[in-house]
């Protein structure tokens, strides 16, 4: 005779496990995200704390791009001293690269994990906010990544860093030294740790001090007319926010897969070779609806 408070309490038991498992699964697929818009809420928070007379401060944006695609950009300061398009980025532990190399690294203790270079990631951002505003010079933008819980950078670019070596090496202090007041000597008394005055990477302590030491570049007069424009392309479309967060979820090798198949890896539809002056390129059948677009050797490949 079948036990049935014994089958029962077994099926309750696996249902458990499985559900405990999904649970994990979720929460770690999630992590990420949660890091993420962690990381934003604190600058955010440290933005606010500019004058709002003299700064407009636009957190959150998605705006279209050139391609028809979409470009998530976590914050934007409109001010008398210029456009910031800013990166946030809340990776703890030290943090090394080179401001061309396409990955840094992150080390913590003894690990080391590859992440992409956050200033070519905010390139596309800055493109995008330069595509709404063509008659600005390109002089008046300026792109800044901020890493919230990093507490050492070692970022090689442009502009000559100082070290400041009185405190543990857990604690280094860095000093931008402009290029106007760096002494001409024959023998470079700082070490060449670098960062580009326009691309810039730096710790959130540092960042309200970056804006507010550029000159004034642009009249006051202007920031809401600035603003305004910015705003009206902003998509606010749940569903299209949607789809922008799944794409970016997806790893490059999902992408590549499909893309191998002659699927578009966007919305699905079929993928046809196409002729332009420049030549041959594969793009999406439900053009214009949809634009992805990629090389003929990345189809075959």
């Not at 914050?75 to 943090?95: D, M, Q």
Request: aromatic share 6%; glycine share 4%.
């Amino acid at each position: 005779m079948l036990d049935w408070k014994l089958i029962a309490g077994f099926v309750c038991g696996l249902m458990l496990a499985g559900l405990l498992v999904w649970a994990v699964s979720w929460w770690r697929r999630g992590k990420a995200i949660r890091s993420g818009k962690r990381g934003e809420r604190i600058v955010a928070k440290e933005l606010a704390k500019l004058k709002k007379n003299d700064y407009i401060i636009l957190n959150d944006l998605l705006l279209p791009t050139s391609n028809g695609r979409t470009s998530q950009i976590d914050h934007v300061v409109i001010s008398t001293r210029g456009i910031f398009v800013i990166e946030t980025k809340n990776h703890a532990g030290r943090i090394s690269g080179n401001e061309h190399a396409q990955y840094w690294q992150q080390h913590l203790s003894s690990q080391s994990r590859s992440l992409y270079n956050p200033l070519l990631q905010n390139r596309s951002h800055l493109r995008a906010i330069r595509r709404l505003l063509p008659k600005l010079d390109a002089e008046l933008f300026s792109s800044m990544v901020v890493f919230t819980e990093a507490w050492r950078l070692d970022i090689k670019a442009e502009d000559i860093i100082k070290e400041r070596r009185f405190l543990p090496d857990k604690h280094i202090k860095r000093t931008l030294i402009p290029e106007e007041r760096r002494k001409k000597r024959w023998w470079c008394p700082w070490k060449a740790v670098v960062l580009d005055e326009h691309k810039m990477a730096m710790r959130i302590d540092s960042l309200l001090n970056e804006i507010k030491r550029r000159r004034r570049i642009i009249d006051r007069d202007s920031l809401h007319a600035i603003a305004e424009k910015i705003v009206a392309s902003n998509v606010t479309d749940s569903s299209v926010r949607r789809e922008h967060t799944e794409y970016a979820k997806r790893t490059s090798k999902d992408v590549s897969a499909d893309i191998s198949k002659g699927k578009c890896p966007r919305c699905g539809g079929q993928l046809i070779v196409r002729k332009s002056d420049k030549g041959e390129f594969v793009g999406c059948a439900n053009y214009p609806k949809c634009r992805f677009t990629c090389s003929i050797d990345r189809l075959h490949h």
